[in-house]
């Protein structure tokens, strides 16, 4: 069985269960106050409850009502009500991530226009036409040394996010630092 965890998630992925166990003993569940949570954007919101479990309040969010979540970064606040009474308990950030069976581009920015960089290369690379008219309209490419240029530029952006995610992932060497010099 799966350890539950008792802080909201930082971030889920839409058809995954979301779950945790929150402790809050000024707010006992087992003496009828009930958790409640939104998360809106600036396209969704999203309500959902917890139930009792003892003292504590279990949140268990099942898979299929999760993958009806839109991918995105939400703002959640969290609330306990009883006879009324309603006091604001929580509040953060969480993003919810496609499911790999969505049919999302996961790819950064960056990344997209790297690879869109690329294929324009490649596919130049078997042409000698720079620039070309016909019927009084014409169209210009960019020179190569420029599109080299915005390779080398978007190449060291996605070299950048991929060391940033391998230092948030624990991987790599902490111990060693990377110095440039220039412009």
């Known amino acids: 069985m799966p350890i539950i965890a008792q802080t909201e998630p930082a971030s ?10 929150k402790v ?9 106050w009930v958790l409640s949570y939104e998360l809106v954007n600036a396209a ?22 999760t993958t009806t979540w839109a991918p995105g970064a939400y703002t959640w ?9 309603v006091f604001t308990v929580g509040g953060g950030q969480m993003v919810v991530q496609p499911a790999f069976a969505a049919a999302t581009d996961a790819r950064s ?13 490649e596919g130049r690379a078997s042409s000698a036409v720079a620039e ?8 210009k490419n ?4 420029e599109l080299l240029a915005l390779r080398d530029r978007y190449a060291r952006m996605v070299r950048d996010e991929d060391a940033a995610a391998a230092a948030a992932a624990g991987l790599g060497n902490p111990g060693r630092i990377y110095v440039r010099f220039g412009p």
């Open 12 to 21: 889920l992925i839409a058809g995954d269960t979301a779950k945790w166990l």
């Open 24 to 32: 809050l003993p000024e707010y006992p569940a087992s003496a009828g």
């Open 44 to 65: 969704a919101r999203i309500p959902f409850a917890g139930t009792a479990a003892g003292d504590d309040h279990l949140v268990n969010v099942p898979a299929a009502t």
């Open 77 to 85: 606040r969290s609330r306990v009500a009883l006879s009324g009474e």
């Open 109 to 121: 920015q960056a990344r997209r226009t790297l690879d869109a960089i690329d294929a324009v290369i």
């Open 132 to 139: 070309y008219s016909i019927a009084g309209r014409s169209l």
């Open 142 to 145: 960019i020179p190569i040394p």
